[in-house]
């Protein structure tokens, strides 16, 4: 008997029956679906028992995965995790995704009433990656395009991220991303850095203070899920530090919010769009 898997939002993957369109590609991408379903890595008896699948079955389907780069094993060689391939697919997705013109707008509507660039961006592995950024007219500024990357571990961004994670998920992600020192006020001491993300939970918000680049400051805060899941959208606003200190970056909190929140309006509307179609 042929079966497939089949992903309910908020429920455990599981087996159901064949249906129309069932195919060994699906089967694949079915598998791949329940492996981002949640942070962590899998074994093969892990994706047996979670699946219900015969382990002939998800060993060669995770072998056909592992050759095609869309997943990879672990240290241990037992278990699996998402590959490079599938990673830079997720993140094509969202740079090129068709909420990208009134994102664009809300970002360009912020950098007019700041006067400061803006960028939106998502973590990517242990990396922050740049979805979008308009740029201050101001002739002293810093160029990071769409696409650039920065570390996760001393970006404004970055923190706000590792925040909304557990200790444990964050331990993981950082032992693969040593913790460089890019600049003389990058945190490279692991209890230091889990002080500042205590304290970015609890304010709402991250600075990166020269952390990253000299000169440069950068204020960040979360853009809503909308229904308390964790969000992998935030926006920031980066200048010189001649021209934005920590106290005056603070008192440019409401606009980033309130941008914060449009952005998080028009995901909403995208997934009520879809859900009518």
Known sequence: MIRRMKIVKGLAPEISESAPGDTP???????????????????LQGLVEQTGMPKPTLHRMLQQLESAGLLQRE?????YGIGTRLRRLAENLLLNDSLHGARHTVLRQLVEEIGESCNLTALSGSEVVYLDR??????????????????????????????????????????SAPLEAYTAKTLTDPQALEEEVRRVRKDGHAIDNEEFLPGLLCIATLVPSGDDAPSNLCIAVQAPIMRL????????????????????????????DRAQA
């Open 25 to 43: 590609t699906m089967r694949l991408f079915g598998l791949l679906e329940v492996m981002a379903a949640k942070d962590q890595r899998y074994s």
């Open 75 to 79: 240290g241990d060689g037992r278990h």
């Open 134 to 175: 308009v740029e201050t007219a101001a002739p002293l500024r810093f160029y990071l395009h769409s696409g650039s990357r920065v570390p996760v571990h001393c970006s404004a961004s970055g923190k706000i991220f590792l925040a909304q994670m557990s200790p444990a998920q964050r331990r993981r992600l950082l032992s």
């Open 245 to 272: 200190d920590a106290a005056k970056a603070k008192s440019l909190l409401p606009a980033l919010q309130r941008a914060a929140l449009a952005l998080s309006r028009i995901d909403a509307d995208a997934g009520t």
